[in-house]
């Protein structure tokens, strides 16, 4: 009998890391893939990114509506709320043999903790990282606490995870995700990338994908207006920007953006680049700036720098392409004059990611085709060494 694999996915970033897993679940003849979309992939504030989905090929089984318009602390929860209830139902009519997840976000959290009261395995993807300037630090902790096969992205990660009680021949270390995507998609050229955007790429151009950070002490708003105010001096780059997450705060952030390109001839936002135009623009800009974990992630197999804001990814594996500063308008101008010096440009050429070099979605594939999964519902915590009897 097949085995039925459903995979959840509630933003476009998760979706570009998740893509090439579930091409290929949907190519074995062993797996039967099911789709479940959430979150903002099904708000046309965000894009509706589903539609990217879609277009891939892929059909989506469910859609489970869970943004209520809002993002403050209380609207967030609700939204946490509607998707234990549309996740509880959904696993009940799809029943799936296993589950795949990827990363952090509440989202996920809520279709996991389903998950686990319905008994249905979760295998779960980049766990073990630290994000220590967001919630979603201890949402992914926890996350790996109610999954049953752990794929992470670098031997740190896969001690972090052992460490949190998890059996180590259920932890695999199989490298980053989106690395695969670089080297699978065929990238737009400059040309046809401008065309896509309808905007012109300059002799200097920047990507910006900055998110709330929701630990920070400073507001979201703060550590925007003091990354336009850097950016506002910067006459002869082209600017990129994409909206931030559903996340606490996010609207404001949007607000900020969308009021700064109105102001600037030399900017423009897009909802959703989606993955083809995101990675082009990587692969045309100097550089991204901002606190997205693709910055840490991806960008530096273009060997191109990253300007990482504030504390949102603090305690990641980081690449020597990776600048980080404060959240302050002067910090931010030093680390932009940095990026285009002349020594740091040079010394982009012997980068090497952290993440690996390819190859993360085939070793997934072969571990969820062949892993016995019938009785691993039923965990034992490892623990490190044996407690001391009294």
């Given at each position: 009998?097949?085995?039925?694999?459903?995979?959840?996915?509630?933003?476009?970033?998760?979706?570009?890391?998740?893509?090439?897993?579930?091409?290929?679940?949907?190519d074995?003849?062993?797996?039967?893939?099911?789709?479940?979309a959430?979150?903002?992939?099904?708000?046309?504030?965000?894009?509706?990114?589903?539609?990217?989905?879609?277009?891939?090929?892929?059909?989506?089984?469910?859609?489970?509506?869970?943004?209520?318009?809002?993002?403050?602390?209380?609207?967030?929860?609700?939204?946490?709320?509607?998707?234990?209830?549309?996740?509880?139902q959904?696993?009940?009519?799809?029943?799936?043999?296993?589950?795949?997840?990827?990363?952090?976000?509440?989202?996920?959290?809520a279709?996991?903790?389903?998950?686990?009261?319905?008994?249905?395995?979760v295998?779960?993807?980049?766990?073990?990282?630290?994000?220590?300037?967001?919630?979603?630090e201890?949402?992914r902790?926890?996350?790996?606490?109610?999954?049953?096969?752990?794929?992470?992205?670098?031997?740190?990660?896969?001690?972090r995870v052992?460490?949190?009680?998890?059996?180590?021949?259920?932890?695999?270390?199989?490298?980053?995700?989106?690395?695969?995507?670089?080297?699978?998609?065929?990238?737009l050229?400059?040309?046809?990338?401008?065309?896509?955007?309808?905007?012109?790429?300059?002799?200097?151009?920047?990507?910006?994908?900055?998110h709330?950070?929701?630990?920070?002490?400073?507001?979201?708003?703060?550590?925007?207006?003091?990354?336009?105010?850097?950016?506002?001096?910067?006459h002869?780059?082209?600017?990129?920007?994409?909206?931030?997450?559903?996340?606490?705060?996010?609207?404001?952030?949007?607000?900020?953006?969308?009021?700064?390109?109105?102001?600037?001839?030399n900017?423009?936002?897009?909802?959703?680049?989606?993955?083809?135009?995101?990675?082009?623009?990587?692969?045309?800009v100097?550089?991204?700036?901002?606190?997205?974990?693709?910055?840490?992630?991806?960008?530096?197999?273009?060997?191109?720098?990253?300007?990482?804001?504030?504390d949102?990814?603090?305690?990641?594996?980081?690449?020597?392409?990776?600048?980080?500063?404060?959240?302050?308008?002067?910090?931010?101008?030093?680390?932009?004059?940095?990026?285009?010096?002349?020594?740091f440009?040079?010394?982009?050429?012997?980068?090497?990611n952290?993440?690996?070099?390819?190859?993360?979605?085939?070793k997934?594939?072969?571990?969820?085709?062949?892993?016995?999964?019938?009785h691993?519902?039923?965990k034992?915590?490892?623990?490190?060494?044996?407690?001391t009897?009294?």
């Amino acid at each position: 009998m097949s085995r039925k694999i459903c995979v959840i996915t509630g933003t476009r970033a998760e979706y570009g890391l998740l893509r090439w897993v579930m091409q290929g679940i949907k190519d074995d003849p062993d797996l039967v893939l099911q789709v479940v979309a959430t979150g903002a992939h099904l708000s046309p504030e965000f894009g509706l990114t589903y539609r990217e989905i879609e277009q891939h090929g892929f059909q989506i089984d469910r859609k489970i509506e869970i943004l209520v318009g809002a993002d403050t602390p209380a609207a967030i929860a609700k939204s946490m709320g509607l998707g234990l209830i549309g996740f509880g139902q959904a696993l009940s009519e799809l029943r799936p043999d296993l589950i795949v997840v990827l990363g952090d976000r509440f989202e996920i959290f809520a279709a996991v903790a389903a998950a686990l009261v319905a008994r249905v395995p979760v295998a779960h993807l980049h766990g073990g990282e630290l994000t220590e300037g967001a919630f979603d630090e201890a949402l992914r902790h926890s996350i790996t606490k109610m999954s049953h096969l752990h794929f992470v992205a670098a031997e740190e990660y896969r001690q972090r995870v052992i460490q949190l009680g998890e059996q180590p021949d259920r932890v695999f270390l199989v490298g980053g995700l989106g690395v695969d995507s670089i080297k699978r998609i065929h990238l737009l050229d400059r040309a046809a990338l401008e065309a896509s955007l309808e905007f012109s790429l300059g002799e200097k151009s920047l990507l910006i994908t900055f998110h709330p950070a929701t630990l920070e002490m400073l507001t979201a708003a703060d550590q925007m207006a003091e990354l336009l105010a850097s950016l506002d001096k910067l006459h002869d780059t082209q600017l990129v920007f994409t909206l931030p997450n559903a996340d606490t705060d996010g609207r404001i952030l949007i607000q900020m953006m969308t009021q700064f390109v109105e102001r600037h001839s030399n900017a423009r936002l897009y909802a959703s680049l989606g993955q083809l135009r995101y990675l082009s623009c990587i692969a045309q800009v100097d550089g991204v700036v901002g606190n997205s974990s693709s910055g840490l992630a991806e960008v530096p197999s273009f060997k191109k720098g990253t300007i990482n804001i504030g504390d949102r990814q603090r305690g990641r594996l980081q690449a020597a392409s990776v600048i980080n500063c404060a959240p302050a308008r002067g910090d931010i101008t030093a680390a932009l004059e940095r990026l285009y010096s002349a020594d740091f440009q040079a010394s982009l050429r012997q980068v090497r990611n952290p993440y690996g070099d390819g190859g993360a979605s085939e070793k997934v594939l072969r571990i969820l085709r062949e892993h016995p999964i019938k009785h691993i519902a039923k965990k034992s915590f490892h623990d490190l060494q044996q407690p001391t009897k009294v």
